[in-house]
């Protein structure tokens, strides 16, 4: 856990499990939604809200637990997508949520210390590291999966501009509730007990 010493149990976190993959899928389908105009190709859009939930998910619940939100919050877009046997769509999968754990990865080995939930900071220049590995991770998965018709840079760029826009909002709206509701505090106390 990256705010507690000692382990919550799994029956704490499982829950919050699934109501992050809940949140990550709901926010999937509600991006198409509303920002279906913007998209550039299907699921890259220049604007993503979903790809704060990937952060917020890791932060919150961990890493094995944050994952595993991620994870089955996109096998349930898979799933209602009749997508299950696409091995692109898993391979995407796989890629977002290692986008999430490399990202703060490399922010706990440049700035040395864990990020604080509460500090928009922190919370921007972790955006912005996962802004720039997750389209990078996709973008060579589809190189390799399409070595013969390649993916325009203009793909790259658009998903890169989304997903920084998604997480700008989404740690303004993190951020505004961390602070005024107390719930991050809540859910720390709980998975302490």
């Known amino acids: 856990m990256f705010f507690s010493r000692q382990s919550p149990s799994w029956l704490h976190l499982l829950p919050l499990a699934l ?10 389908l509600l991006n198409i939604w509303v920002f279906g105009v913007w998209e550039v190709t299907q ?9 704060f939930i990937r952060l917020a998910n890791l932060l919150i619940l961990g890493p ?23 091995g ?3 391979l995407n999968v796989l890629a977002s949520c290692s986008s999430a754990i490399a990202a703060y990865g490399f922010y ?21 590291i996962y802004t720039l590995i997750n389209p990078s ?10 070595a013969d018709s390649p993916q325009p840079l203009h793909d790259f760029v658009a998903m890169a501009v989304g997903d920084l826009l998604g997480v700008i ?25």
């Open 108 to 128: 706990v080995w440049v700035c040395r210390r864990s990020v604080a939930l509460s500090n928009l900071n922190d919370l921007l220049l972790l955006s912005t």
């Open 64 to 86: 094995l637990w944050g994952t595993f939100a991620t994870g089955l919050g996109g096998a349930e877009l898979i799933l209602l997508s009749n997508q299950t046997l696409n």
């Open 88 to 90: 692109l769509a898993w």
């Open 19 to 28: 109501l992050g993959s809940f949140i990550y899928m709901a926010l999937h």
């Open 169 to 193: 909002v989404g740690a303004l709206l993190f951020v505004w509730t961390v602070r005024s509701t107390g719930l991050a505090q809540w859910v720390a106390r709980k998975l302490r007990q």
């Open 43 to 51: 699921n890259i859009s220049w604007i993503y809200l979903p790809s």
């Open 137 to 146: 991770l996709h973008f060579l998965l589809w190189q390799f999966m399409n």
